[in-house]
């Protein structure tokens, strides 16, 4: 049975890829409204057409409000989780009741430590990606996004933190802890290399916002210089053009791993779709933009997109 987040992750995945298909395929059909909607950032729609939607459009900087609030809840909530596991702390039945609402899960799905491990893994990654949006990446004042990109990315982030700690024991069904399944089997084999793989591809993923970054800054003061585009060059950008969003794939695939749960499945599929989409988007506008643009790229998976 699918509850209410498995239902929104669904119908996004499906609905990115379709509009994205028909997009990269028979974009002359595809109404105006439809493609500015959808596009954003440096392959935004240039016509001019569907311009009341500017009155929905707001900075792609405002990417940095998911960060902040993916942080600060996935922070929070870690935090009590570990008052709950380690500090024999009783989780509140408000929460225990929403939780059932969104999820409407009776038996936990995962072992403590799969859960707290994904946790930790998750807000690493939140608290990253903050950093990384306030302090290092240069957003175009031009650049802008439609609202419900906005809207889908809040979203996004808190059904992540609810899919995580919402199927875990004792925030989900049964609160007697004498029950409580605080680790498997398939957690310890898997959990040292899907850290280190997730710590590896989050070194790699912060590398490749290194050098978009670089692209925009003096080299040696780090001042922006220019909000311009320009061919990124170096590590994962030699193989495909959206290394950042490879790698986000493979980050979720890692979580996935760790919580095989329904919901978190329909939430790697809305991943997988929006970032691959996303990707071809973005490959095909540089390779119209840029006259050099390296031939021997892919899109995103080397090799095969």
């Given at each position: ?59 792609k900087a405002f990417y940095r409000h998911f960060y902040f609030f993916s942080s600060v809840f996935s922070t929070a909530t870690l935090a009590y989780m570990v008052l709950v596991y380690y500090l024999n702390f009783n989780v509140n039945s ?212």
């Amino acid at each position: 049975m699918l509850n209410i987040l498995d239902l929104i992750f669904l119908s996004l995945a499906f609905m990115v890829t379709f509009t994205g298909f028909l997009i990269n395929n028979f974009e002359k059909h595809v109404p105006v409204f439809v493609i500015k909607s959808y596009r954003y950032g440096s392959f935004a729609y240039q016509g001019s057409g569907a311009n009341y939607l500017q009155m929905i459009e707001i900075p792609k900087a405002f990417y940095r409000h998911f960060y902040f609030f993916s942080s600060v809840f996935s922070t929070a909530t870690l935090a009590y989780m570990v008052l709950v596991y380690y500090l024999n702390f009783n989780v509140n039945s408000y929460i225990v009741f929403v939780l059932r609402i969104l999820l409407e899960q009776d038996e936990s799905a995962v072992s403590a430590s799969a859960a707290i491990i994904t946790m930790s893994l998750l807000t690493l990654q939140c608290v990253r990606r903050c950093y990384e949006t306030y302090c290092l990446q240069v957003f175009a004042k031009s650049s802008k996004m439609n609202l419900s990109h906005y809207l889908v990315g809040m979203v996004h982030y808190f059904a992540c933190v609810i899919a995580a700690v919402g199927q875990a024991p004792l925030f989900c069904g049964n609160q007697n802890r004498d029950e409580v399944v605080w680790t498997d089997k398939r957690t310890s084999i898997l959990a040292v290399p899907c850290i280190l793989i997730f710590l590896y591809v989050c070194y790699e993923q912060y590398q490749t916002n290194v050098i978009f970054a670089n692209l925009r800054r003096d080299k040696k003061t780090g001042e922006v210089v220019t909000e311009e585009h320009r061919i990124p060059h170096g590590r994962l950008f030699e193989l495909v053009s959206s290394p950042h969003r490879l790698c986000e794939i493979i980050l979720y695939t890692v979580l996935i791993i760790l919580i095989p749960t329904k919901t978190f499945f329909c939430i790697y599929l809305w991943v997988l779709s929006n970032q691959i989409q996303t990707a071809i988007q973005a490959h095909e506008w540089y390779k119209k933009s840029f006259k050099g643009y390296p031939t021997n790229r892919f899109a995103i998976i080397p090799a095969l997109l």
